[in-house]
């Protein structure tokens, strides 16, 4: 009965759905501005709504940021099953491949991590934390294809995860800049890096 | 003798320390709040200086950017020279090396850069422009060192001139958040993507 409204409307959904939207673009102000240089003000103008209603949602501009980063891991749990089971490189370029469809995403994710690499941004614990758990994570998944045979380069695992995540950032600034093919690009590095076996 | 002031101090001189003082500062305030979340009166502040003086120097916030931007290239006019003499590698590790000691204009480019990534910010042509020219002049170099022998890879220079400059933005990057060693993860990348010769 495509008429009858979903069991979950009601007062919750709506509040999930305007937290959604108030995350949606907090991430576009971000990507433009900056975390530092944006503002509560600025996106509850953006959404028409009073700045007291977005704040009855997220008290502070911190607890948006916590929000808006934390949208990116709760959307791909399940890249080490497909790691193990196409191969590290697979996966990775398939990621650079979505995200050729979330533009302004991986945007504000370049432009807050830049920022927050000084070690007194709000979100520099995240980072680093962020980039720990990545390396240690495809530190994991390249060793795996090296016992493999899927990868012949015997570096350290976990060194080359940190190079391929490194990369990878640059690869993506690059892209967002003058469109260079962030697939193509990743595709030669990591066959440089990691010197897969087909 | 010590003792006589050098002969260029007047008020050419005191103009010429003072815009570099406010490049200077407006390069860290940049480099913690971006271009778009840092701002004239803030610089001004920091200097201790009333923005009607800062503004004799820099009447616009975007004539002080271009200003900031222009450091970098007058800093380093010879990396081609180097890059004949010495090659191609050893060449960039050098500049590698040489950013440890400048790590708030290194933040304040990486900060930049990433929001100068969207079309309708003020560095935005500056940023196409300078990927351009450094993967034109990288790729130059990277031919010259391919045709001696010292570089092995068979790849096209340009090609290869624009993975650099990605990876090694990504690498400089990683090391402002956690330290990570940058000369010693450019040299994998590097030898991983050209395969010198020695």
Same sequence: chains 1, 2.
Avoid: C
């Avoid at 302004?104 to 520099?124: C, N, Y």
């Avoid at 899927?150 to 060194?159: G, N």
């Amino acid at each position: 009965m495509p008429d009858t409204p979903p069991a979950r409307r009601g007062p919750y959904a709506k509040t999930a759905e305007r937290r959604l939207e108030i995350i949606r673009t907090a991430t576009a102000v971000f990507a433009s501005y900056g975390y530092r240089g944006g503002s509560l003000r600025q996106i509850a103008a953006q959404l028409g709504l009073p700045l007291t209603t977005l704040m009855h949602h997220f008290p502070t501009k911190s607890a948006l940021l916590e929000a808006v980063l934390d949208q990116e891991d709760a959307a791909d749990p399940d890249a080490e099953g497909r790691a193990r089971h196409d191969g590290f490189m697979p996966m990775v370029l398939g990621i650079v491949e979505r995200n050729l469809g979330r533009r302004e995403l991986v945007r504000m994710f370049s432009v807050v991590s830049a920022e927050a690499t000084a070690p007194d941004h709000e979100a520099h614990e995240w980072l680093l934390r962020r980039y720990a758990a990545v390396t240690v994570d495809y530190g994991r998944m390249i060793a795996f294809d090296q016992a493999e045979g899927r990868i012949r380069s015997r570096r350290d695992p976990v060194q080359l995860a940190g190079l391929v995540v490194s990369a990878w950032e640059g690869v993506q600034i690059r892209w967002l800049a003058d469109g260079t093919d962030p697939v193509a690009a990743m595709r030669t590095l990591l066959a440089a890096l990691l010197d897969p076996a087909d």
